[in-house]
């Protein structure tokens, strides 16, 4: 029975690996599928929930596949590190984290809700700490980020081409890690691309290994002592306070301030403007969107609903923010 589970897994790989046009129509369709149902029944929020994190782990095991059948990346499960195994089931864990909360919800209600939040972010809280530990640089939304398909299937035909044509004998690497051409190396010149075979791992798996210190080190740990400050303050002050939101929004101002205070490098940068874009999320966070947002969106939602074609969407996104508001993980994770 387990040999036969085995071999299905083993030609499930072969398919994912040949097959990755079909691949994405059904990844696409089962993401489609949970926000489909979401208001259609009973228990939608739950099972739609459900449906979209299977959705999100399935695509990040496929990921996985299509990553460790190319030579970037092939790790025997007997030699990947803890830290890898860690990396894995804490990615796992961001995309089950929002049903988690449901999920405690309708089961225990308002305790067993907060019960799984701060449980869940404790874990989190740990593993950034572990990877400060480790000098692991600064943390990224995903421990593990999604692999961008599109440009490793890019990079594996260059190379292939290249390897073929057996241009790659006719390149040398500059002390800086730049990789350059000889002018005997070079194909024809209708042929030309400018191009040389990226010797970078495919974006979205790189690894950011840049040694904190100083007041950058400071900005990062606060990053990291946010939440569960922020979860203390509201356990302390209620949900609705003005004083938690306040705790969360100066720490993330002084974090960003005291990161951008030393030079970044480019997928440091990347972090940076996507926290501070994240800044924006305080406008639908309560108290603020309770007393303020709500009513200039409330009149927004209102005059697209006069436009045609589109006006059916303002109604379903006002319904869905009733529930959007209610669930901690969306409007502060």
Same mark, same amino acid.
């Given at each position: 029975?387990?040999?036969?589970?085995?071999?299905?897994?083993?030609?499930?790989?072969?398919?994912v690996?040949?097959?990755?046009?079909?691949?994405?129509?059904?990844?696409?369709a089962?993401?489609?599928?949970?926000?489909?149902?979401?208001?259609?029944?009973?228990t939608?929020?739950?099972?739609?929930?459900?449906?979209?994190?299977?959705?999100?782990?399935?695509?990040?095991?496929?990921?996985?596949?299509?990553?460790?059948?190319?030579?970037?990346?092939?790790?025997?499960?007997?030699?990947?590190?803890?830290?890898?195994?860690?990396?894995?089931?804490?990615?796992?864990?961001?995309y089950?984290?929002?049903?988690?909360?449901?999920?405690?919800?309708?089961?225990?209600g308002?305790?067993?809700?907060?019960?799984?939040?701060?449980?869940?972010?404790?874990?989190?809280?740990?593993? +950034?700490?572990?990877?400060?530990?480790?000098q692991?640089?600064?943390?990224?939304?995903?421990?593990? +980020?999604?692999?961008?398909?599109?440009?490793?299937?890019?990079?594996?035909?260059?190379?292939?081409?290249?390897?073929?044509e057996?241009?790659?004998?006719?390149?040398?690497?500059?002390?800086?890690?730049?990789?350059?051409?000889?002018?005997?190396?070079?194909?024809?010149?209708?042929?030309?691309?400018?191009?040389?075979?990226?010797?970078?791992p495919?974006?979205?798996?790189?690894?950011?290994?840049?040694?904190?210190?100083?007041?950058?080190?400071?900005?990062?740990?606060?990053?990291?002592?946010?939440?569960?400050?922020?979860?203390?303050?509201?356990?302390?002050?209620?949900?609705?306070?003005?004083?938690?939101?306040?705790?969360?929004?100066?720490?993330?101002?002084?974090?960003?301030?005291?990161?951008?205070?030393?030079?970044?490098?480019?997928?440091?940068?990347?972090?940076?403007?996507?926290?501070?874009?994240?800044?924006?999320?305080?406008?639908?966070?309560?108290?603020?969107?309770?007393?303020?947002?709500?009513?200039v969106?409330?009149?927004?939602?209102?005059?697209?609903?006069?436009?045609?074609?589109?006006?059916?969407?303002?109604?379903?996104?006002?319904?869905?923010?009733?529930?959007?508001?209610?669930?901690?993980?969306?409007?502060?994770?």
């Amino acid at each position: 029975m387990s040999y036969s589970k085995l071999e299905c897994f083993e030609n499930y790989k072969k398919w994912v690996v040949t097959n990755p046009e079909r691949l994405f129509q059904f990844e696409t369709a089962g993401r489609f599928l949970s926000y489909l149902i979401a208001g259609r029944i009973k228990t939608s929020p739950a099972i739609s929930e459900l449906l979209y994190s299977a959705s999100n782990i399935i695509i990040f095991l496929n990921d996985q596949i299509i990553l460790r059948s190319t030579h970037h990346q092939e790790l025997d499960p007997k030699t990947a590190t803890v830290v890898e195994k860690c990396r894995i089931l804490f990615t796992v864990l961001e995309y089950l984290q929002v049903f988690l909360e449901i999920t405690a919800t309708k089961i225990w209600g308002s305790y067993g809700k907060w019960t799984a939040v701060a449980i869940v972010q404790l874990i989190k809280f740990l593993w +950034r700490v572990f990877m400060l530990i480790q000098q692991a640089g600064i943390a990224s939304s995903r421990a593990i +980020r999604p692999l961008n398909r599109k440009k490793l299937r890019q990079n594996q035909l260059s190379e292939s081409k290249c390897n073929i044509e057996g241009k790659n004998i006719h390149t040398f690497t500059l002390k800086s890690g730049r990789v350059i051409r000889q002018v005997n190396g070079a194909p024809q010149i209708h042929k030309r691309n400018w191009k040389l075979p990226s010797s970078q791992p495919p974006q979205g798996h790189v690894v950011n290994n840049r040694k904190l210190e100083g007041y950058p080190l400071l900005g990062e740990v606060l990053y990291t002592l946010k939440p569960l400050c922020h979860l203390i303050a509201m356990s302390r002050f209620g949900t609705k306070s003005w004083i938690p939101t306040s705790i969360a929004f100066v720490t993330d101002i002084a974090s960003i301030t005291l990161l951008k205070s030393s030079s970044l490098n480019c997928e440091d940068a990347k972090e940076i403007r996507r926290r501070q874009i994240a800044l924006l999320m305080y406008l639908l966070r309560s108290p603020i969107y309770d007393r303020f947002s709500r009513t200039v969106i409330l009149q927004i939602m209102t005059y697209l609903r006069k436009v045609p074609v589109v006006g059916i969407l303002p109604q379903q996104f006002l319904q869905y923010m009733l529930f959007w508001q209610n669930v901690y993980c969306y409007t502060w994770d």
